[in-house]
């Protein structure tokens, strides 16, 4: 059995798979999933996982060069963006783009994985690097 990192098959699955530039979501319990990306539904109730320990996670164990948030969350959520920061390695870009803009950005990804997050724009787009 794993003794360490993401327990969940179908999240190691997915980034194992991984190459340079592929993407994958972190969404919230609201973000609609476009049909054809794969869905890794984490929720179990409200707030339930967070989207925090969902990305603490997965940070853990993908190599990141570009995140993608929605522009509202610097006014709708700024406390989650500032932690989203703290999160992060500092050569990691961002890159703000609106809602609707995200939205349609999400049908790219290689997988999305809802939490049961219930605060706003709680969603966050995390590009591949690789490890060499």
Do not use: W
């Not at 993608?68 to 999160?87: V, Y």
């Amino acid at each position: 059995m794993k003794k360490n990192g993401i327990l969940n098959s179908e999240i190691s699955k997915v980034l194992s798979d991984l190459g340079h530039t592929d993407q994958i979501v972190i969404a919230d319990a609201g973000l609609p999933v476009p049909e054809g990306v794969k869905k890794i539904d984490l929720a179990l109730t409200a707030n339930m996982p967070t989207f925090v320990n969902t990305l603490k996670a997965v940070l853990d164990d993908m190599a990141i060069e570009k995140v993608f948030l929605a522009e509202e969350i610097n006014t709708k959520n700024r406390d989650l963006e500032e932690e989203i920061f703290g999160l992060m390695d500092k050569d990691v870009a961002y890159n703000y783009v609106s809602h609707e803009e995200f939205k349609n950005l999400t049908e790219g990804a290689r997988a999305i994985i809802r939490t049961g997050e219930c605060t706003p724009f709680a969603n966050i787009i995390l590009q591949s690097k690789p490890i060499f």
